[in-house]
């Protein structure tokens, strides 16, 4: 049971251009939603998070949106640069600390 | 340390032995996650400490699968009787536990190969 969930495993985008990857997920207990970024080789790095009593968090280039409705959050790159291009991980948690992981989306920025 | 340390970073093995995969989490942490990668999937939820609290065990995937945390720091997880499907990075994570705003901390993680 895939509680968290990333439908699209890759994204292609140009350089300079918005990036945007989407996460789903089912559990309603959720309430504080991360992103991860990962290079190969190394260990996930904290990138930005979001709780639920907000529906955006910004931080330079990077924006998380949250939907509760829709039980839908995404994340903006804009704009993408090729050292973005990596594996990003969206994370829930509820009311205990353990983060429930999505599959990834790899991302690839091209010149 | 700085950082949350993960050793062997690899480990070949063959088929029926036992491994033992350490993690020394960030000081001062009092959460410590372990997780998994396996080729072409996502992360895994395995085992998670907080404390002194019981352990929640009930993402290991099977009993030759166990997990002991020393002192409330250094953990070792150990796999028993290795199977093939068992190949992945076993990646450890440490957080402060700080409720509502848990943001883990990841090691480079140990890549284990059953052959």
């Known amino acids: 049971d895939q509680q968290v969930k990333q439908n699209s495993p890759s994204l292609s985008v140009q350089e300079g251009r918005i990036s945007i990857l989407n996460c789903d997920y089912t559990n309603s207990m959720f309430d504080y939603f991360l992103w991860y970024k990962k290079y190969p080789a190394e260990g996930p790095t904290f990138l930005i998070s979001?709780?639920?009593?907000?529906d955006k968090n910004e931080d330079g280039r990077f924006t998380v949106f949250l939907n509760k409705s829709a039980k839908h959050l995404s994340l903006h790159i804009v704009p993408s640069q090729p050292g973005d291009s990596a594996v990003y991980f969206c994370a829930a948690s509820g009311n205990t600390d353990k983060l429930i992981f999505g599959t990834g989306t790899r991302l690839q920025v091209f010149p | 340390g700085a950082g949350v340390s993960q050793s062997p970073s690899n480990k070949v093995t063959e088929k029926g032995k036992d491994v033992e995969l350490r993690c020394d989490p960030i000081?001062?942490?009092?959460?410590l996650y372990w997780y998994r990668q396996s080729l072409g999937q996502g992360l895994e939820f395995l085992i998670y400490?907080?404390?002194?609290?019981?352990?929640?065990k009930s993402g290991l995937p099977s009993d030759r699968f166990s997990a002991e945390r020393t002192g409330g720091s250094v953990s070792t997880l150990t796999i028993q009787r290795t199977q093939q499907e068992d190949s992945a990075v076993y990646l450890c994570?440490?957080?402060?536990?700080?409720?509502?705003?848990?943001?883990?901390?990841f090691g480079a993680g140990s890549r284990l190969t059953v052959l």
């Open positions: 000081s001062g942490h009092t959460a």
């Open positions: 400490f907080q404390g002194n609290s019981a352990p929640d």
């Open positions: 994570a440490s957080s402060s536990g700080q409720p509502g705003a848990n943001v883990l901390t």
């Open positions: 979001i709780s639920s009593i907000k």
